[in-house]
């Protein structure tokens, strides 16, 4: 089925990275991976699969391939500006992951911000007067990009991924949110709420998706305790879904991904979606901070301890996640 739906910087940038193989690739990459043999060890991937999501991320410009040997000929792969660009809101994930969705040990990573010395979180605020920003607060108006283009079905290599691969290698807040926002009907109905839609019907016809899709998606997404059914109608029988305070909370992950694709994907077009905050009245777009400096945060500046305090062989390539991160010393938590 082939729908129609407003363009949206979000929904392009899950395009690129919510395929779980592609995700995890990413992620090894943010960690300090750069060889093909790593990760296909670290992934247990098979190469023929590996191959394919290096190619994608070369070609959206998220890796670049450099050789570091000849005869024979080696290659490594590179993070570059985009790629790195979008590190900061996969922080925002990992905080939302964190927060609702980590298991009762607790978050299985602690970042610490390098620059202030500080155990921190990622946190997202207004650009221009750097308050938060929840979702009562933001108004929404076209952008300079605004328009629609078609649900178009995503190439085959996306299929064959299963959501439970997401898991892989490492526990990772991240992934656990991904398993969540990276469906994309599932992240098409929570944009639909974020607008205020708040009923089957009316998002059936938005999207233009068939009512066993939706009611499928709207059932996983009340039992993730994302959305509560609530009854607006007796006679007949009507339901609504609202957002649930963990829902709420994941709009910040949103729109700092919807700062990533409007900067990196949204070409001469420019942004689809203006922001507005409503508190200090001015267009802005999400800045993703440190939670103790308020700075905001790069790639390079993070370093990472496991909450167990055990570093498997594995994790060795965590120390070096970014070219100037410490590795934190293992065993303290
Ligand atoms: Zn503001
Ligand atoms: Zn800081």
Not at 76 to 83: D, G, I, N
Request: net charge positive.
């Amino acid at each position: 089925m082939t729908a129609s739906s407003a363009i949206c910087s979000v929904s392009r940038t899950l395009d690129i990275v919510a395929d779980p193989w592609t995700f995890l690739v990413l992620r090894e990459a943010w960690f300090g991976v750069r060889r093909f043999e790593e990760f296909r060890r670290l992934l247990g991937m098979p190469r023929g699969t590996l191959s394919a999501r290096l190619a994608h991320l070369c070609g959206n410009d998220m890796l670049c391939r450099r050789r570091y040997q000849t005869n024979p000929d080696r290659s490594e792969y590179r993070l570059t500006p985009k790629s790195a660009d979008l590190y900061p809101s996969m922080l925002v994930l990992m905080h939302w992951g964190d927060r609702w969705r980590a298991e009762s040990s607790g978050p299985p990573l602690l970042l610490r911000h390098n620059v202030c010395a500080h155990q921190c979180h990622a946190d997202v605020v207004c650009s221009e007067c750097r308050e938060p920003v929840p979702i009562v607060s933001v108004r929404y108006g076209p952008g300079p990009g605004a328009g629609f283009e078609s649900v178009a079905p995503l190439p085959r290599m996306r299929r064959s991924s299963k959501p439970e691969n997401f898991l892989r290698h490492r526990d990772c807040s991240v992934a656990r949110t991904m398993q969540i926002v990276g469906d994309r009907w599932t992240y098409l109905i929570m944009r639909e709420a974020y607008f205020g839609e708040h009923r089957f019907h009316r998002v059936q016809h938005n999207l233009g998706i068939s009512a066993n899709t939706l009611s499928n998606r709207l059932h996983r997404l009340c039992k993730e305790g994302i959305f509560e059914r609530r009854s607006y109608s007796l006679n007949p029988k009507r339901f609504e879904y609202r957002f649930t305070e963990k829902g709420r909370e994941l709009y910040a992950a949103m729109i700092a991904l919807m700062r990533w694709g409007d900067r990196w994907l949204a070409g001469d077009a420019g942004a689809p979606l203006r922001l507005r905050h409503r508190k200090c009245g001015h267009d802005f777009h999400a800045l993703v901070v440190c939670s103790e400096c308020r700075a905001p945060i790069q790639m390079g500046e993070m370093s990472y301890k496991h909450r167990s305090g055990v570093q498997s062989r594995d994790d060795e390539s965590t120390a070096k996640a970014g070219d100037n991160a410490e590795q934190l010393a293992a065993g303290e938590a």
